[in-house]
């Protein structure tokens, strides 16, 4: 280990297995095996003469100092990143794989074409997509952003607000021949499809003023999973919510109809969030420069300032 760049290799490998928490994980996402990756880290600690991880074949927990060096490893590899760059005057391109996480309604819709959209621009570049509805643990997925929609509960990642996205009340037709005229009165009477968080319980009504009330809702059904609410809705089961982008063919067609049409509900951000760290791969910050051209006009989607 004659070389600088041999212990930033060293930094960058312990980093990834502290962040992880496994050595399998850390090997799977830097493309080594895992006896490399043990080998590395034991280089490390015989290079700063202490133990890093106390690891047995079913636990791993870092020490003292393994948690004083993720910090510093953390900042030295961001400025090593920053630097690279700026000697090699700017030119980094989009390369290697991006690792993206998103919901699985959204992600089926924009975020894929947001993806498809930064393929065309760069070809060399490999996109892992994986959909999910989950909260997840983004340090240990490995993955550089997760879009999401709703807040980002973890103060441990960088989160950038893209803006928010309107809902509105729809039904089938048949359902509202059924129940008759809907108002926020009769609305806690009706059944409705549940969407696990965002449409549940109780619910804010809003009015173009912007003056609100809450009323409550009544979902028999209820699920987690945007398109499996949607489909709901669209057999008929219930009110539901459902953002402009998604129902407007659907609108136009007939197959559903607005409740409420002059009231909207409470609109849901839209956010990425990132690791923590300053350096972010050119690959990731193309993937927000698309993302945003994609969605800014979307309809009923309110770009942040």
Known sequence: ????????????????????????????LLGITQPTASRRLLELERLLGCRLALRTTASFSLTDEGRLLMVEARALSDRWASLSERISGGRSRPEGTLRVIGPSGYGTGFLTDAVTDL????????????????VVDLVATGAECWVCVGEVRDPGLVSRHLGDMERILVAHPALLRRVGRVTPASLPTLPCVGLVPYFVDAVRLLDKSGRSQTVSIDTPLR??????????????DGI?????????????????KRVLPRLWLEPVGIHVALPPGLHRPARVTAFIDALRRRIKDMRGFRAAM
């Open 240 to 256: 539901g919510a459902a953002a402009p982008w998604m129902c407007q063919a659907d609108l136009e067609s007939g197959r559903l």
């Open 119 to 134: 393929r065309a621009a760069w070809p060399q570049l490999r996109v892992e997509l994986t959909l999910t509805d989950r």
């Open 223 to 236: 699920t987690d999973s945007l398109l499996s609410s949607y489909r709901a809705i669209l057999n008929g």
């Open 1 to 28: 280990m004659k070389l600088v760049h041999d212990r930033i290799d060293l930094l960058a490998t312990f980093l990834r297995i502290a962040e992880t928490g496994s050595l399998s994980k850390a090997a799977r």
